[in-house]
C-alpha cells in the first residue's frame, strides 16, 4: 500500500481481555516503531525493530505488552489482560534503510485502544 | 537514561509572530533530531530535521538550531498563520545512527488571527 496500515482503528473491550493491535508498514521499510499515544499526551517508544536484528523492546511497560514481527514485514502488537491504563492510541511507524534515506519516520493513522 | 525535554507546553502567539520551541536532551551520542506536527485527529509528520555536523538548518518559515555542547535544540518558525496551530513533537535518536527515536512531551501551538 501508499502508507503505514493500522488495524483495528478502534478497539474497546473489557478489561482483563487480550487484544492483539495489527502494522502493515510501507513496502519495503525495514525499520518499524510502536508508540503510545495518551489523551493529549506525547509518544511513549514501545518498541523498535530492524531487519533480522533482535528488536529493542525497552519501552514495553510491563510482561503483559510482547510484539512480533513476522517475515520483516507485518508487525502485531499484543497486550493481554488489558487494564484501564492502557487505554491510549497505539502507532506503528515505519521507516526506509536505504541508501541516502533520511530517517524519516511514517506513521500510521493509529488504533485507538479503549479499556473498559 | 534517555530523556527528551521539550519546552513549552503550550504555546499562544498572534499571526505574523514568531514561535520557539526548545528541547533537551540527555545522550551525548545523539546525532538525528527531527520535528514533527500533529494536527488535531491525524499523525504525526516530520516538518524538518537536522543531523549533528550541522547547526541550524532553514526552510521556508521553519528552521532548527542545534547545540551539541549544550545537548539542546530549537524550532524556530516566523510569520506564524493560522494553519501552523498544531502539536510539536521533538526527537532525538538514542545510541547514535536512526534508531531508536525518543520523542518530547510535545507543545501545543495555536495561532490566533
Redesign the interface.
Known amino acids: 500500500g501508499a502508507g503505514v496500515s493500522q488495524s483495528p482503528s478502534n478497539k474497546v473491550t473489557e478489561k482483563g481481555k487480550d487484544v492483539e493491535l495489527r502494522c502493515d508498514p510501507i513496502s519495503g521499510h525495514t525499520a518499524l516503531y510502536w508508540y503510545r499515544q495518551s489523551l493529549g499526551q506525547g509518544l511513549e517508544f514501545l518498541i523498535y525493530f530492524q531487519g533480522n536484528s533482535a528488536p529493542d523492546k525497552s519501552g514495553l511497560p510491563s510482561d503483559r505488552f510482547s510484539a512480533e514481527r513476522t517475515g520483516g514485514s507485518v508487525s502485531t502488537l499484543t497486550i493481554q489482560r488489558t487494564q484501564q491504563e492502557d487505554s491510549a492510541v497505539y502507532l506503528c511507524a515505519s521507516r526506509s534503510t536505504r541508501q541516502g534515506y533520511t530517517g524519516e519516520l511514517f506513521f500510521g493513522e493509529g488504533s485507538r485502544l479503549t479499556v473498559l | 537514561g534517555e530523556n527528551v525535554e521539550?519546552h513549552p507546553s503550550t504555546l499562544s502567539v498572534q499571526e505574523g509572530d514568531s514561535a520557539v520551541i526548545k528541547c533537551t536532551y540527555s545522550d551525548s551520542a545523539s546525532n538525528?533530531f527531527?520535528w514533527?506536527k500533529q494536527e488535531l485527529g491525524k499523525?504525526?509528520?516530520?516538518i524538518i530535521?537536522i543531523r549533528s555536523n550541522v547547526g541550524e538548518k532553514k526552510d521556508q518559515r521553519i528552521a532548527v538550531t542545534l547545540n551539541k555542547t549544550a545537548k539542546h535544540f530549537s524550532l524556530h518558525i516566523t510569520e506564524t498563520q493560522p494553519e501552523d496551530s498544531a502539536v510539536y513533537?521533538c526527537?532525538a535518536?538514542m545510541g547514535g545512527g536512526?534508531?531508536?527515536?525518543?520523542?518530547?512531551?510535545?507543545t501545543r501551538l495555536a495561532v490566533h488571527p
Do not use: C, E, M, V
Open positions: 521539550q538525528y527531527p514533527y499523525r504525526p509528520q516530520l530535521d513533537f526527537a535518536s536512526y534508531n531508536k527515536l525518543i520523542f518530547g512531551a510535545g
